[in-house]
């Protein structure tokens, strides 16, 4: 199984609503990863998880918050985002294994469809 | 810092055209190299990935190459297809582990029938 599946496929919201988005693999992977990909742009990265421990975060503003409750799971909470926050939210995975040789091919989702009213 | 630069922005070809496809890197010190599909509205698919010590890796009618040295690598694509249209995205490792990828803007390839 090399999948990568995430839920919803598309989600609207409003400003004041709370909402998530799931992400899920079972490749046995241990780096999981959110991105966030505006039209006609390239993947831009917001949060890499590492061993279930939040390793990276580009700055990424408070209201979306990651959350990874076991080696196979990966959520990411949105509370009062934005209209300019709607875009592709793209969830990946990866091979982590630290030292010696690795072979870190990232594998993505289908993404998810945010629309912020 | 990192940056990789993809040419053409666009392209359109005909039918059973072969092509090539660029990226290049400003620093050659890569881990890896990953070229991936996207087809509208959709995720990214990984075609190919090429460790900084091999110099080329094949699938189907895909080969891509790596020169880390000149900071290049290409994408052929043999025999297009309408199928084959899609962005395609390379992507550069800098380091082991879980270290970020760091993308060039895509080429958009159109195939005509």
């Known amino acids: 199984d090399t999948e990568v599946t995430q839920t919803p496929k598309h989600l609207v919201m409003g400003m004041t609503n709370k909402k998530s988005l799931k992400c899920e693999q079972h490749?046995?992977?241990?780096?999981m990863y959110w991105y966030k990909q505006k039209a006609k742009k390239p993947p831009e990265l917001m949060f890499v998880?590492?061993?279930?421990?939040?390793?990276i975060n580009e700055s990424v503003p408070s209201r979306f918050s990651p959350e990874c409750p076991n080696s196979s799971l990966l959520n990411l909470h949105l509370h009062a985002l934005q209209p300019e926050d709607s875009a592709l939210y793209l969830c990946?995975?990866?091979?982590?294994?630290?030292?010696?040789?690795?072979?870190?091919?990232?594998?993505f989702g289908p993404g998810t469809r945010l629309t912020v009213l | 810092k990192q940056e990789v630069t993809q040419i053409p922005a666009a392209l359109s070809v005909p039918e059973g055209e072969n092509l090539v496809l660029n990226c290049s890197f400003t620093?050659?010190?890569?881990?890896?190299l990953q070229w991936f599909r996207q087809d509208p509205g959709k995720g990214l698919t990984s075609l190919l990935l090429?460790?900084?010590?091999?110099r080329e890796q094949t699938s189907g009618r895909l080969n891509a190459s790596l020169d880390k040295s000149s900071g290049r690598s290409t994408l052929y694509i043999a025999a297009s297809q309408p199928g084959d249209s899609a962005t395609y995205l390379c992507?550069?490792?800098?380091?082991?582990?879980?270290?970020?990828?760091?993308f060039g803007k895509g080429t958009r390839l159109s195939v005509i029938a």
């Open positions: 620093d050659s010190a890569i881990y890896n």
């Open positions: 992507a550069v490792r800098v380091g082991s582990g879980n270290t970020p990828l760091v």
């Open positions: 990946a995975s990866s091979q982590d294994v630290s030292g010696g040789w690795t072979y870190n091919e990232q594998f």
């Open positions: 090429i460790q900084s010590s091999q």
């Open positions: 490749m046995g992977h241990r780096a």
């Open positions: 998880y590492s061993y279930e421990k939040l390793s």
